[in-house]
């Protein structure tokens, strides 16, 4: 799982830096007076209460109303939290000075893969049953039981009776539960979905949904010797890094060139965007390339586009993303996002794409990427199945956890949430094949990567 850091990173309203894709909106002024103004997100259970520059931010279920943070408006529209009730550490923790919530146009929010969430002006912030910050446990079990209601994503896929457990967790609360037995009953109930994106985060830790299977054991368990040993059986020379390791390449003995990237939970366009340049002038002379994102923990989905557009001089379609906005089939409209055409290049006639259990999130959103060029081949395992964006939400005492409240789709309309993006050709890496020495998955990817086009 990932730390802290690195799920903070990932989180719905930690989209920071430049919004690339959003020329469109980026031509148009806010239209934001020095007067009160409140928006009011379709589906993300959120508000802006917008005055002038400044902004604050509310999380809104239809019976209570939160506030989550303040920051400020720049003149383009871009929106940046910088302070978080109640978590003054916090952008210390994650190292930065302030978060994205997007650029902010004529009632939407756009980010960088284009994607936006469309919101409605509203006259005054609604008038709810709980309101505010509240240490009283029954406040925080309503609050946290009727966020899932509203946004989270998969009901009828988990096939879990939220409102059953309703009835068999509310009993359990009343006004002497402690903190820790309050955090335990929600685990107990989110523990029921099996949701990688659901997470609850306290000063005692993390707790998560999400329980490691048996495949994923196994990857965890021998992933840093997977990566030394293609390192030294496959690789010819040294390895070179960038981003602090998240991406690292070379050449195979053969020629092919290898590309690990190992996470994609860096938001600095400009620091991507270097790295990428820089590794297609160090492996421009090859024409076949190996991505392993056997190991890819996740982070921001535009960093997974920017791989796939040096593979392609033609705008390819990637994936469908749609939110939760009412009913739990309810969901806003098709967004397409697409990959667009690197300013730097590779001619590449094979792309094979590695993936496993342990490919995750961006890593899997960064596949569906690939897997849109038309000379990729994804081979190895079934990616860990959790597409979704983490809805950020806090509670009345000031907690912090998030859920799934999206979708992601192929290109054909297929959802793959907790079943995993399957790959082209399954390979599947046994402990023999560990215990051995052997990494059958990068064997066949050398035999593909010589196919001729």
Not at 134 to 146: A, G, I, M, T
Not at 366 to 394: C, H, K, N, P, W
């Amino acid at each position: 799982m990932r730390t802290l850091i690195a799920i903070l990173t990932v989180l719905t309203l930690t989209v920071s830096g430049n919004w690339v894709h959003a020329q469109e909106n980026a031509k148009r002024p806010a239209a934001v007076s020095d007067k009160h103004q409140f928006w009011q997100s379709e589906g993300y259970g959120f508000i802006l209460e917008l005055t002038g520059k400044q902004v604050k931010v509310y999380n809104y279920t239809k019976d209570s109303l939160v506030p989550f943070g303040q920051g400020n408006m720049e003149g383009n529209g871009d929106i940046y939290i910088l302070e978080i009730y109640g978590n003054a550490k916090l952008l210390a923790d994650l190292g930065v000075k302030r978060l994205g919530m997007g650029r902010f146009a004529d009632g939407s929010l756009t980010d960088r893969l284009g994607y936006v969430k469309r919101l409605k002006r509203v006259d005054r912030l609604p008038q709810v049953k709980y309101k505010g910050f509240s240490e009283d446990p029954v406040h925080n079990f309503e609050v946290f039981w009727q966020s899932f209601e509203e946004n989270f994503s998969f009901f009828p896929i988990v096939k879990a009776d939220w409102k059953a457990m309703y009835k068999t967790y509310r009993p359990k609360v009343n006004a002497a539960t402690s903190t820790k037995e309050l955090e335990s009953i929600f685990s107990e109930m989110f523990g029921k979905l099996n949701d990688g994106h659901s997470v609850l985060i306290s000063k005692n830790g993390i707790r998560y949904s999400k329980q490691s299977n048996a495949r994923e054991q196994v990857y965890q368990a021998n992933s840093e010797w997977m990566q030394r040993n293609v390192e030294k059986t496959y690789i010819e020379g040294a390895m070179t890094g960038k981003l602090d390791g998240r991406i690292a390449y070379g050449r195979t003995a053969s020629g092919e060139a290898y590309i690990r990237l190992t996470g994609f939970d860096e938001s600095d366009p400009l620091r991507i965007d270097k790295a990428l340049a820089e590794m297609v002038e160090d492996l421009a002379d090859c024409r076949n390339f190996i991505i392993d994102m056997r190991f890819n923990m996740g982070g921001e989905d535009f960093f997974g586009l920017n791989i796939a557009g040096l593979f392609t001089d033609q705008r390819k379609l990637a994936y469908i993303k749609q939110a939760r906005t009412g009913a739990y089939e309810q969901f806003s409209k098709p967004i397409k996002v697409y990959v667009e055409p690197g300013a730097k290049r590779f001619k590449a006639d094979n792309v094979v794409v590695l993936t496993s259990p342990l490919t995750v999130s961006a890593g899997e959103t960064g596949t569906m990427a690939l897997q849109s060029l038309d000379q990729a081949t994804v081979i190895g395992e079934a990616t860990s199945g959790y597409f979704s964006d983490m809805l950020l939400r806090m509670l009345p005492n000031k907690q912090i956890f998030t859920l799934s409240n999206e979708r992601y789709m192929t290109p054909e309309g297929v959802n793959y949430e907790q079943r995993g993006l399957p790959p082209d050709e399954e390979i599947v890496v046994k402990q023999a094949d560990i215990d051995a020495r052997k990494d059958p998955v990068m064997q066949r990817a050398l035999e593909l990567s010589t196919r001729k086009p």
